[in-house]
């Protein structure tokens, strides 16, 4: 491997190869301004044939444009393959090689020949996969320095070569190693191997992602989605996509990766999101106990008990008056269609529709017996009449999922008629309101609560299925969150992300086989990533000493990045007043103060009810600070981040205060020490840890 930067001066352009690589970028970028030209000069008029088709045709224009802008501080190409021979051709005939640029976007020029190839194309498949052990038919492989958004260096692979040794990549170390300044960025020029076989599996099937923290799990996800979209754009145009976060500040942390990739249409949302119902908001919150009970996957069959109970037997015959006729449909036989209908076990609303058709045909068949001919109008005109709704009424009322639920936790009676045999009696206890709301509009819901309203109304009205969605951090989703999610993607597939050793919650995921029954995908394919390439391996390491007790059998990430003094652990407290704070808040802003000396972002991490002393700390040494989600930019750097809200996100260097506290802020110790471990690992370039309570036994 070969590692190229400027030479001197009295190199030309038309020698120097650093000089030709960036002629070529300055054309690229000059070709994708003439294709955004060409989008902005397209006139519609004459091709709409009215005001809908021009609005719908004039958005996706527009999404076009945005497509293609040029983003001057993120690289154009970031790649170059040499292939011995033109793809696809013939070997034995000798095909002379072509040369390919891979960027973030496709870029042709005038005449239609590409200058930039699509990172997702077939074509560019060996920049991520190839190998000295396997070549792939390529004979150089060339990576890019940028600064700035400016091409500064070049460092060549000779993959075909037997005299050229492999080699490490600095400038592909230094990618990944760059301080992060800003929301997450995309991984498009330093995908992995391994990590490539994920992003490039196919639409059909789903897959679970099992992966450490700083292997890059969220990256591969949402490079997934933007793959799928290259390879399969028209159908999921069709169907839609979701990417689904634990919280909104993961989710704004995201956000940009797909629009630089030239993406837009992808929906973000939490579970809470997809839940919300119009009228009914998360104004109350449930004890532990009482929010494992409500994730339980058993509450979907004592849900499913409740909706059937609406389904009452007929009273008496049916009487139907057409004209001068009277039309009698007796109570067995009305008895014998409500039964086929329940034993379909199709949806309650859909039996509810059917119902009064197939009462109408019944009426038919009384008119064909009688020698008359009826058609279709006579049957929807019997099935509209009152005799017919008022029948429907009764023996398969409307079903409200709100009103259901809300007589499920109110109501000790018809909670224990439908939970018989499914919950305990204490289980049973747990879910009841201490004091029942009126009604649905002034009921503190929980969060929990949402969910079961949700699965309610699945079985009253199917949920609309979308074409993928993915689902990040999901070790932390209760059985019927699962079954939430499983919900919108039931005729679609799904990427599933998480590591178990960072579930905290209550009812944290116990094993992915379990996780992807409720999701609705068990045939799923479980991939595990355990190359760290985020983490120092110096901070996973010390992190590590925790999943003996976290999460046994979990196998450690093994951190690519040997980086030394990336750790720091002290204790800061008066040795005469251990239980003094004021030490360790002043060692604290001491040490926020040191690592903003550094380039990139910083994170202090705490309990979260030691956040205001810390704030009021850092607003009187004068340190401005962010709230999490919230934009990082060069002057301002310093988030202070709530310990319940650091999953996911990363900084280059953080400040993790009082480890005690954060483990005593749980309601378990087990989850007070994933939530720990969550908080070690998000530094990517170094970690500071400061104590003034005796860290936990684990970590020693």
Request: charged letters at 25%.
């Amino acid at each position: 491997m070969s590692a190229h930067a400027p030479e001197a001066d009295s190199e030309t352009a038309a020698t120097h190869p650093l000089a030709r690589e960036q002629a070529h970028l300055t054309a690229s970028r000059a070709a994708l301004r003439a294709m955004r030209a060409d989008v902005e000069a397209l006139d519609i008029r004459d091709v709409t044939a009215n005001w809908v088709n021009a609005i719908v045709l004039q958005a996706q224009i527009d999404d076009r444009i945005k497509a293609l802008a040029d983003l001057a501080h993120t690289p154009l190409f970031f790649g170059r393959l040499n292939y011995l021979h033109a793809p696809g051709a013939d070997l034995a005939e000798g095909a002379e090689g072509e040369q390919f640029y891979i960027g973030r976007r496709h870029v042709h020029d005038a005449d239609g020949d590409p200058m930039v190839i699509d990172w997702r194309a077939p074509v560019s498949q060996p920049f991520y996969r190839a190998s000295k052990n396997d070549p792939q038919d390529i004979a150089l492989r060339r990576r890019f320095g940028y600064t700035g958004g400016e091409l500064t260096a070049y460092e060549d692979e000779h993959l075909s070569d037997p005299s050229e040794a492999a080699a490490v990549s600095k400038l592909l170390q230094q990618e990944i190693e760059r301080p992060r300044v800003g929301p997450m960025r995309d991984i498009v020029a330093t995908i992995q191997p391994e990590q490539d076989e994920i992003v490039r599996s196919g639409l059909s099937g789903s897959v679970c992602v099992q992966g450490g923290p700083g292997t890059g799990k969220t990256a591969v996800g949402l490079h997934r989605v933007a793959y799928l979209l290259y390879a399969h754009r028209e159908r999921l145009a069709r169907t839609g996509t979701l990417v689904i976060g634990p919280n909104r500040s993961f989710l704004h942390y995201i956000e940009q990766v797909l629009p630089a990739l030239g993406e837009l249409e992808v929906k973000q949302a939490t579970v809470e999101d997809l839940v919300s119902r119009d009228g009914l908001e998360i104004r109350g919150t449930d004890a532990a106990a009482t929010a494992v009970v409500k994730g339980d996957a058993r509450m979907a069959e004592v849900l499913r008990r409740a909706v059937r109970s609406h389904v009452s037997p007929p009273a008496e015959p049916l009487m139907v008056v057409r004209g001068s006729r009277r039309w009698r449909v007796p109570t067995y036989e009305l008895e014998e269609i409500v039964a086929e209908l329940l034993d379909r076990d199709i949806r309650y609303g859909a039996a509810r529709d059917a119902l009064p058709q197939r009462i109408a045909h019944t009426v038919l068949v009384r008119m064909e017996q009688a020698g008359e001919a009826p058609d279709d109008r006579v049957q929807d005109a019997v099935a509209r009449g009152a005799a017919v709704k008022a029948a429907v009424k009764a023996m398969w009322p409307a079903v409200d999922p709100a009103k259901l639920v809300l007589r499920l936790l109110s109501d000790p009676e018809f909670l224990a008629e439908h939970a018989q045999g499914v919950l305990s009696d204490d289980e049973q206890e747990l879910l009841l309101w201490a004091k029942p709301f009126r009604s649905v509009k002034s009921a503190k819901w929980s969060a929990a609560d949402l969910v079961l309203i949700d699965e309610a109304a699945d079985l009253v009205e199917r949920t609309h299925s979308l074409g993928h969605v993915v689902l990040d951090e999901a070790q932390d989703l209760s059985p019927m969150q699962y079954r939430a999610v499983g919900r919108r993607c039931t005729t679609g597939s799904a990427t599933v992300l998480g590591d178990l050793a960072q579930g905290t919650t209550p009812w944290a995921t116990r094993g992915w086989d379990e996780a992807l029954a409720h999701l609705g995908k068990p045939e799923a394919v479980l991939e595990e990533l355990t190359a760290g390439f985020r983490v120092p391996r110096e901070v996973i390491a010390y992190a590590s000493r925790l999943l003996p007790s976290i999460s046994p059998g979990l196998a450690p990430v093994s951190s690519v990045r040997e980086t030394p003094g990336s750790l720091v652990v002290a204790r800061a407290a008066d040795p005469a007043d251990p239980s003094d704070p004021s030490d360790l808040t002043a060692s604290v802003i001491d040490a926020c103060r040191a690592s903003l000396g550094h380039e990139g972002s910083i994170g202090l991490i705490a309990a979260d009810a030691r956040i205001p002393e810390l704030a009021k700390a850092l607003e009187a040494a004068g340190m401005a600070y962010l709230s999490p989600g919230e934009e990082t930019t060069a002057q301002s750097r310093l988030t202070l981040v709530p310990a319940s809200l650091a999953k996911g996100l990363e900084y280059d260097y953080v400040v993790l205060d009082e480890p005690a506290a954060i483990v005593a802020g749980e309601p378990d110790e087990r989850t007070g020490l994933r939530r720990l471990y969550v908080c070690l690992t998000r530094a990517v370039s170094g970690l500071t840890l400061l104590h003034a309570d005796p860290l936990p036994a684990a970590l020693a």
